[in-house]
Each structure stands twice: as C-alpha cells, then as structure tokens.
C-alpha cells in the first residue's frame, strides 16, 4: 500500500498540528476488500458475516461505511451500543461481545447476539432476554488469558446450559490476538474452540447456529492468510454443526490501520555526531500504539512526503514519559525546526486509545 499525495489534503501544510487526518480513500479500499472476501467465501448454509468493531476505532465516517457494507455492529459497552444505534445500525444488526456485563440496552428490542465472557454472564442475559441469542465465549485452550470460559470450567457450562430452555439456540465465539498464541496457528486456534463447541452441542442438545472467530488480524496479516483460513474454517463448519448458519468475523485492525495519518511538526532538532533527535508536538498520548508495530512515517520535502528510512536518529514526543521516543530512524540531514512530518497506519487503537495529557484540559 503506498501514500500518495491525494491521500493528503493540500492544505496539510498550513494546519495547526499535532492533527488527526482521514484517509478517505484507503477505508474504502479496505471496506471493499473486506465485503468482496465475505461475499466469495460464503457458502450455503453457512453466511460469513463481517462485524466492525467499535473498540477499534468509532469515528462516524469509519461507521457509516460499515454500515452500508452491510457489517454487524459489534460492541463492548453500553455507550457503544448506544453509539451504533444512533449511527444508524439496528438491534437486529448489533452484537454485544465485552466481559462487562451488559444490564440494560438503549431500546426494549433485544440485539441479536449477546456473547458472555463467563458463566454468570450467559445465565444473566439468558434470564434478562437482551438478545435474541444468548452465546459464550470460550478461551482457547493453548492461551493464558482472562477472558471467556476456559476448558476446566466446562462442566458448569452445560450445567448452565441444560438449565436453559430445551428450545434455546447457542452462539459460540472466541477472540485471541496473535501475540498469544504460543507457538500455535490460527487454525490450531480456531479448530480447538470448534472441537468444544461441537462438545458442547453434543452434551447438552442445544444447536449451535452461530459462531464468531473474533479479529487481530493486521492488515498484513489479513492481506495473507484471510482467505485461505476462513475458507477453511467454513469448510469445517459445515462439516461439523449443520445447524450453523452464520460465521462471524470482526477486521476492526484490518480494516482500519490504513485510514488514518498523524500530522506534526518539528519542534526541535537535537545533533550530536551522526544522531538526529528530532522533537515533535506530538506525543505518546495521541499515538498510544507507537511501540507496538512500525508506523511508516514521512517528511515533506520539495512538494512532496519522503519517507523517513532506518537509521541512527530518533524521534522525541511532547511529553515528560520516558517512552515517548521512537529508535531506528533516519531523518534527512537538513531536517529543520517547522517541517512536517507524517505517521500512517494510525487508524485503530491509536485513534481508540488516544488520551488527554499534558493539554490542560479536563473531561
């Protein structure tokens, strides 16, 4: 994926930074990347079903497009459930899928789909009918994690279930980023909750009729392997619960990495020997993911962005937080105070996980 100039608007130069910048251009590319690979790869019975999540990043414009993609909504929260239905989305196209126990909704409609991270979660929804289904979540077993129902607990799950009405219908999902997969594959990741799934139909006579494999994928990562894994896991879906009907996945990561940029300026330039240390107006508190992957970065040179190489130089945020640099850079020599610079890919968690500091302000 390249940047190109149209991607940025021309009067970049001129506007107060730090600044936040919509690349309207790469979420449509995104969008549409995604839709065509949900549409090719459903087959009867089984509909794939793309969700957005709102964790990821809410901006109205990112949501909107989501929307007349036809995605579910998926939410942790009760503000964003709130958020949706006012952006447009149904109860019948929400889902709720956060370890916070969801009390209440905004309207007396159920959602669709409601995913417990515990036991005591699936019997309260069950009890309070806030969806049309009540799932799990179940933690796979090759993870330490806090979240979903891990495989010692098992037993009181379908104790729990077959307490339930002998008529009720059963979701199942999973979310694990790949960072934690200890050595494992998606595919190893995704066959061992389906195993369990399938366990639990068996034992307890309730249909699985949906099931939800999450997200984290990067957009690298979902460029690569998407297709192929997702094929596979319809295949294996079809094969093992006939009463599956939906197959839910979330490329909140994927799709929305590439449709932000970061605008600053150079505040300070800092030369001893062959190291640069460049200061910047913007700072760790409005770029949160700067440590987490590479953000590829640029600096205006002669009409035009340059990207910024491997190198010696660093880069110094506005804050007093000692993990406000960036290692590994190579600025141009004649990098001065005033120029512009930049950052891509800051479209998910940076934009979600951005915070107030050091501005004064209050909320």
């Given at each position: 994926?390249?940047?190109?100039?149209?991607?940025?608007?021309?009067?970049?130069?001129?506007?107060?930074?730090?600044?936040?910048?919509?690349?309207?251009?790469?979420?449509?590319?995104?969008?549409?990347?995604?839709?065509?690979?949900?549409?090719?790869?459903?087959?009867?019975?089984?509909?794939?079903?793309?969700?957005?999540?709102?964790?990821?990043?809410?901006?109205?414009?990112?949501?909107?497009?989501?929307?007349?993609?036809?995605?579910?909504?998926?939410?942790?929260?009760?503000?964003?459930?709130a958020w949706a239905y006012r952006t447009g989305f149904t109860p019948a196209r929400t889902i709720y899928n956060g370890p916070q126990p969801l009390c209440e909704t905004p309207t007396d409609e159920p959602l669709d789909f409601i995913f417990a991270d515990s036991i005591e979660a699936f019997v309260r929804n069950r009890?309070?009918?806030?969806?049309?289904?009540?799932?799990?979540?179940?933690?796979?077993?090759?993870?330490?994690?806090?979240?979903?129902?891990?495989?010692?607990?098992?037993?009181?799950?379908?104790?729990?279930?077959?307490?339930?009405?002998?008529?009720?219908?059963?979701?199942?999902?999973?979310?694990?980023?790949?960072?934690?997969?200890?050595?494992?594959?998606?595919?190893?990741?995704?066959?061992?909750?389906?195993?369990?799934?399938?366990?639990?139909?068996?034992?307890?006579?309730?249909?699985?009729?949906?099931?939800?494999?999450?997200?984290?994928?990067?957009?690298?990562?979902?460029?690569?392997?998407?297709?192929?894994?997702?094929?596979?896991?319809?295949?294996?879906?079809?094969?093992?619960?006939?009463?599956?009907?939906?197959?839910?996945?979330?490329?909140?990561?994927?799709?929305?990495?590439?449709?932000?940029?970061?605008?600053?300026?150079?505040?300070?330039?800092?030369?001893?020997?062959?190291?640069?240390?460049?200061?910047?107006?913007?700072?760790?508190?409005?770029?949160?993911?700067?440590?987490?992957?590479?953000?590829?970065?640029?600096?205006?040179?002669?009409?035009?962005?340059?990207?910024?190489?491997?190198?010696?130089?660093?880069?110094?945020?506005?804050?007093?937080?000692?993990?406000?640099?960036l290692e590994g850079l190579q600025f141009p020599a004649d990098v001065a105070v005033g120029d512009r610079i930049l950052v891509v890919d800051a479209g998910s968690y940076d934009h979600?996980?951005?915070?107030?500091?050091?501005?004064?302000?209050?909320?």
């Open positions: 994926m390249t940047l190109a100039i149209e991607d940025v608007p021309a009067s970049a130069g001129e506007e107060s930074t730090p600044r936040r910048i919509f690349l309207p251009r790469h979420a449509r590319e995104r969008f549409d990347c995604v839709s065509r690979l949900r549409d090719a790869l459903s087959r009867p019975p089984v509909e794939l079903v793309a969700s957005f999540s709102f964790k990821t990043n809410p901006r109205a414009e990112l949501v909107t497009l989501a929307r007349e993609a036809g995605f579910f909504a998926e939410t942790i929260s009760y503000d964003e459930v009890e309070r009918a806030v969806a049309r289904i009540a799932g799990i979540r179940l933690r796979p077993s090759m993870l330490a994690s806090r979240f979903g129902v891990p495989v010692d607990d098992e037993p009181e799950l379908r104790a729990a279930v077959e307490a339930g009405p002998q008529h009720e219908s059963l979701a199942i999902s999973f979310h694990a980023r790949r960072e934690d997969y200890n050595g494992a594959s998606w595919r190893d990741v995704a066959g061992d909750v389906l195993r369990r799934a399938c366990a639990l139909e068996r034992a307890t006579g309730r249909r699985v009729v949906a099931f939800d494999v999450g997200g984290g994928w990067t957009p690298e990562q979902f460029d690569a392997g998407f297709e192929a894994d997702m094929g596979w896991m319809v295949e294996r879906i079809i094969a093992s619960l006939p009463a599956c009907a939906q197959l839910f996945f979330e490329p909140g990561q994927a799709v929305c990495t590439p449709t932000e940029a970061l605008l600053t300026e150079v505040t300070e330039v800092r030369r001893r020997g062959a190291r640069q240390e460049v200061i910047v107006d913007l700072g760790y508190s409005d770029w949160p993911q700067m440590h987490e992957y590479r953000h590829r970065m640029f600096v205006w040179r002669a009409e035009r962005w340059e990207p910024v190489g491997h190198g010696p130089d660093r880069c110094g945020g506005r804050t007093c937080l000692e993990y406000d640099l979600s996980m951005a915070f107030e500091f050091a501005r004064g302000t209050v909320r």
